[in-house]
């Protein structure tokens, strides 16, 4: 399996290549519209098609190259049921599965900083048969801390909260090991406490991230909206040309 992280300092934005080599199926989750040259750069190198283009969840902070991709390269655009986009795509109920040759990827739905928002954990069947190797967790978990709640619902950041919360449930059911790949890093406005790090494992997370250690909703809750940091600037306008979807949407 190929794994490569692109990591845009300007926005703190994580994304990534992955896929299989050993069936030449290639995929992008959460891309940022800077960087398409160099994501169509890395599969041309390895000498494999991008086929799918996954997004977490329509982004705020940023555009995203989700149509720019799929225009250059005819990959199937996957994002989560209900996200609320006016183009073309394949929506992903909790559970579904998409195979990109030994490579398989599992989504997880995960609302609470979007309302629509999946992560996606990834399996490699040359390593471990399906136990899932890594998660891209999106704006859900993050490395030291969780994604905001009020980015995407207006009003009512305690209830989104609430939501995370169960989300976050669900992602502390993989096993330790499983490695966390968040689409931000430190200096990101998607979290307060990120770590510059940007990687890490559900075990270092559960161990060490405060926000996971609520039990209780509404504790969470509370903790988490507290000292939000300002929304990202643009974030209207950058919400809108993502729900539209229009390749080469100014950034
Ligand atoms: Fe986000």
Known sequence: MLLHPFLNDATSCASYLFGCTSHGALAVVDPHADLVDRYLASADAVGHPIVAVFETHVQADHVSG?????????????????????????????????ELGNTHVRAIATPGHAPAHNAYA???LRRGSDEPWLVFTGDSLLIGDVGRPDLHVSGDPLGQARILHESLRRLLELPDGVVVLPS????????????????SSIGFERAHNEMLGYVDADSFAEALVKDTPEPPPGQARIVAANRRGAAGAPA
């Open 66 to 98: 989700l149509p720019e991709l799929v225009e250059r390269t005819g990959a199937i655009p996957y994002l989560p049921a209900g996200a609320g986009v006016e183009f073309a795509h394949h929506a992903l109920d909790d559970s579904a599965l998409v």
């Open 122 to 124: 990834v399996s490699d």
């Open 184 to 199: 931000h890093y430190g200096g990101s406005v998607c979290g307060r406490g990120l770590s510059s790090n940007p990687i």
